[in-house]
C-alpha cells in the first residue's frame, strides 16, 4: 500500500498550518462535549480541557463540522431525541433512529505494536503489506469454492485455536526518513479481526488497569500472530522484540472514541447505501442549518475515503454543488492549485497545540 514519507503524523503537521493560516485553530487536550444549537443553528462546540477540567465553549462564524463518525454525532455530541423540533421533523429524526439501529458497527480489529532493535534491512522486512489467509489447497477450483466468510466467522469465534489470518505492515521499511531519525531500529504492525464480545467483561475497568486476564488473553492472540505469521515468514524478527504493545477494540474506544471500538466506522451494508432515505443521512449537509457532516462514514470504509469527504463537505459549503458550477466543469481541487501563499510557521509538535498552553 501507498505510505506517507515521515509517517501518518506528516499528515497533521502539513494540516495544521494550512488550517491557521486560514484563520482557524487546532487545538489538542480539549475534548469536544456537545454541538451548540441556538435558533435551530449549529453556532458552535462546548468542550472540557482534559488538564484543567474547564468548560469552554468555541464559537463558529459559519457553522460546525463533524468528523467523529455518524453515531457519535448523534448520541453523543448531537443525540437525536435533543434536536430542535422547529428545524428537524419528526421523518428526519425517525430515519437517524431508524440509521442507528439499522446500520451495524464495522469490523473491530486487534493491533499488535512491535518494535525491534535492529534494521528493517537486516530483518528482512519488506516494504508492502501482506495479509495472510490460511486457503483450503493449492487446487485453484477448491480455492474458488472455499466459504471465506465461514472461514473468517470461525476465526472471530475462536482466535485461540481456528485457522489464523492476519495483516502485516513495516511501517520502518517503507519511511525513507526512519534510519536517519531512528537507526539502528525497525517496527511492525500485525492487525486481525477480533469482535469486542472477547472483551466485553472489562469494559468497564480502567482503560490502563483492566487486570491479569484481560492482558493473558490479548497476550495468547497476539503470541500466535507472531508465531504463526511474522516469525514463520520472517525468523529474524524473533530474537530482536525490543518493544510490544497490544490493542484491542476497548483501546479503539478509548483512545479513538470508536463507539463499539470499531476501525471503520459504520457498517458498509446494504442497508446504509440503498435506503434513499438512510443514504441522504451520510451526506456532508446535515438537517440542522449550520451543521456539516465528513469522515469515513459519508463514502466508505478507509483512509482514501475519509480524504475525499473532507473534499466533499468543503465543496458542498462552499457552493460547488451547485448545478452551475458543475456545468462550468470547476471543482475544490482545481481551484486550490490555484491559489498561493502557505504561512511560514510550521509547529510539528502536539504540545504547540495545547489549548492549556495557548489560552495562556
Not at 452551475?324 to 509538535?349: A, E, H, P, T, W
Request: aromatic share 12%.
Amino acid at each position: 500500500g501507498y505510505f506517507i514519507n515521515g509517517g501518518p503524523a506528516s499528515i497533521v503537521r502539513s494540516m495544521m498550518p494550512v488550517i491557521e493560516a486560514a484563520g482557524g485553530r487546532c487545538l489538542a487536550n480539549v475534548a469536544v462535549q456537545n454541538i451548540l444549537i441556538e435558533d435551530g443553528k449549529a453556532v458552535g462546540v462546548s468542550a472540557v480541557s482534559k488538564k484543567g477540567n474547564k468548560r469552554v465553549e468555541f464559537r463558529a462564524k459559519y457553522g460546525v463540522i463533524s468528523t467523529v463518525g455518524f453515531r457519535n454525532l448523534y448520541t453523543k455530541l448531537l443525540p437525536v431525541q435533543s434536536l430542535p423540533e422547529s428545524t428537524v421533523d419528526t421523518a428526519t429524526k425517525t430515519n437517524i433512529q431508524r440509521l442507528l439501529n439499522t446500520v451495524e458497527a464495522s469490523a473491530q480489529h486487534l493491533h499488535v505494536f512491535i518494535g525491534f532493535d535492529k534494521t528493517a534491512q537486516e530483518l528482512g522486512l519488506p516494504r508492502n503489506n501482506r495479509w495472510y489467509l490460511q486457503f483450503a489447497g493449492d487446487d485453484e477450483a477448491e480455492q474458488k469454492q472455499f466459504d471465506y466468510d465461514a472461514f473468517i466467522e470461525q476465526f472471530h469465534r475462536n482466535p485461540l485455536t481456528a485457522p489464523v489470518m492476519g495483516f502485516l505492515s513495516f511501517p520502518s521499511a517503507k519511511n525513507p526518513d526512519w534510519d536517519h531519525e531512528r537507526p539502528g531500529k525497525a517496527t511492525a504492525i500485525i492487525i486481525t479481526e477480533i469482535p469486542r464480545y472477547h472483551f466485553s467483561q472489562w469494559q468497564n475497568e480502567q482503560h490502563d488497569a483492566r487486570g491479569d486476564a484481560y492482558v493473558a488473553l490479548k497476550q495468547q492472540i497476539a503470541d500466535r500472530l507472531m508465531q504463526e505469521l511474522l516469525f514463520k515468514y520472517y525468523p529474524k524478527c524473533k530474537d530482536a522484540i525490543a518493544k510490544l504493545e497490544i490493542g484491542t477494540a476497548l483501546t479503539a474506544e478509548y483512545y479513538l472514541g470508536a463507539p463499539s471500538g470499531e476501525s471503520y466506522g459504520l457498517q458498509c451494508s446494504c442497508e446504509r447505501y440503498f435506503d434513499f432515505e438512510l443514504n441522504q443521512l451520510l451526506k456532508p449537509k446535515q438537517p440542522i442549518h449550520g451543521l456539516w457532516f465528513a469522515g469515513q462514514d459519508v463514502i466508505s470504509a478507509g483512509f482514501a475515503s475519509a480524504l475525499q469527504s473532507g473534499v466533499w463537505c468543503a465543496e458542498a459549503i462552499l457552493g460547488y454543488h451547485k448545478l452551475s458550477v458543475l456545468l462550468s466543469g470547476r471543482n475544490l481541487i482545481k481551484d486550490l492549485n490555484k491559489m498561493d501563499g502557505y504561512q511560514d510557521k510550521k509547529l510539528f509538535r502536539v504540545e504547540d497545540y495545547d489549548y492549556d498552553k495557548l489560552k495562556n
